[in-house]
């Protein structure tokens, strides 16, 4: 009896003090560094030849890629999602290109801006964070009219880039910016008229527009290349120095899983599938022969990379990451 009451004693004070370490323990646990949970800022650095280029990220979204990728095979995107270890809807990147030719502060486009939410709209302060200001860009080089890549030009009724001429294909300042093409448009397309209303007035009423047809040099070793088919006037940047060379691509493609091996899927927000197919055959097929870089607005940050041809389709080969730092001068 005495015994077992002993026992019971000891086994209550084990059971007390193991309670205590817990105590204490749980009191380590808060007491240890929170998590942070950010990322780094979204900026990186690719020099090519005399030119200095840094992707900005103007952030991520979730895309249904499920429901805005057409012309796959019963079955073929979601197992090409799921060899690349993705779930859907695809948190899928939005990019933009700061280029630095030594003469010229360049950005080619300009984000979403205010226009998609709070995960999106953050070229600016990545721009920043990158060592620079926006009164610094010269100009602003759009691909083309929809709102993740032009919202970025106007907040709040202002200029974003007070000092920057903003070059446009003239192809899509027509079409996005006519009253009757918008009142004839379906009503999901509606609001991409009204967002290039917005995001280009400030700019226009400043005389800050300057359109181009065509395939145009805009500055040296910038030229804008007619890419048409997600956009009639979507444009690709080709950027050249001291013979390197990098093809800036806009919305050649959304998803990088799925279009490097089967081109010949689009997109729903194309507005002509069937030449954005054409079009992304031909710019893959010279960009896989000619081994030079590319980077898209919404491969994943920061975008730069290679791209080999594999079979039917193509292999993307992202940038092998670098901290050394080439002086600056
Ligand atoms: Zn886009």
Do not use: C
């Not at 729903?268 to 197919?277: H, L, M, N, R």
């Not at 919404?298 to 990379?305: I, Q, Y």
């Amino acid at each position: 009896m005495t015994l077992s009451f002993h026992l019971n004693r000891v086994a209550a004070t084990a059971v007390l003090s193991l309670l205590a370490f817990g105590a204490f323990m749980s009191d380590a646990a808060l007491a240890a560094a929170p998590q942070q949970r950010n990322q780094a800022p979204g900026f990186y650095r690719l020099i090519l030849g005399d030119f200095e280029i840094t992707a900005l990220s103007d952030g991520t979204a979730d895309f249904p890629m499920d429901k805005i990728l057409i012309g796959a095979k019963p079955g073929e995107v979601e197992a090409a999602f799921g060899q690349a270890f993705l779930k859907l809807p695809v948190e899928t990147s939005v990019n933009t290109f700061l280029i630095n030719t030594r003469t010229k502060l360049v950005l080619v486009d300009a984000g979403a801006g205010d226009l998609f939410g709070p995960t999106l709209g953050h070229t600016v302060e990545n721009l920043r964070a990158a060592g620079y200001r926006p009164e610094e860009v010269d100009a602003v080089l759009i691909t083309h009219f929809h709102g993740d890549h032009i919202g970025g030009l106007e907040h709040e009724g202002k200029l974003v880039f007070p000092n920057a001429t903003v070059y446009v294909n003239e192809k899509d300042r027509s079409y996005w910016l006519n009253e009757s093409n918008e009142a004839n448009a379906p009503d999901d397309a509606k609001p991409s008229f009204k967002m290039a209303r917005l995001a280009l007035s400030p700019a226009l009423g400043a005389g800050k527009v300057k359109p181009f047809s065509g395939d145009t040099v805009i500055f040296p070793g910038i030229k804008a290349i007619e890419a048409p088919g997600h956009t009639a006037g979507h444009t690709i940047y080709q950027i050249e120095s001291e013979g390197q060379k990098l093809l800036l691509w806009g919305d050649l493609m959304h998803a990088a899983a799925v279009q490097f091996p089967d081109p010949e899927v689009a997109v729903q927000w194309d507005s002509d599938p069937k030449q954005a197919v054409a079009t992304r055959e031909k710019i893959l097929a010279d960009a896989a022969k000619n081994g030079y870089w590319i980077a898209g607005a919404h491969l994943p940050f920061p975008a730069f990379g290679h791209i080999r041809a594999d079979g039917k389709g193509y292999v993307y080969v992202p940038i092998n990451y670098t901290m050394n730092r080439p002086p600056k001068n």
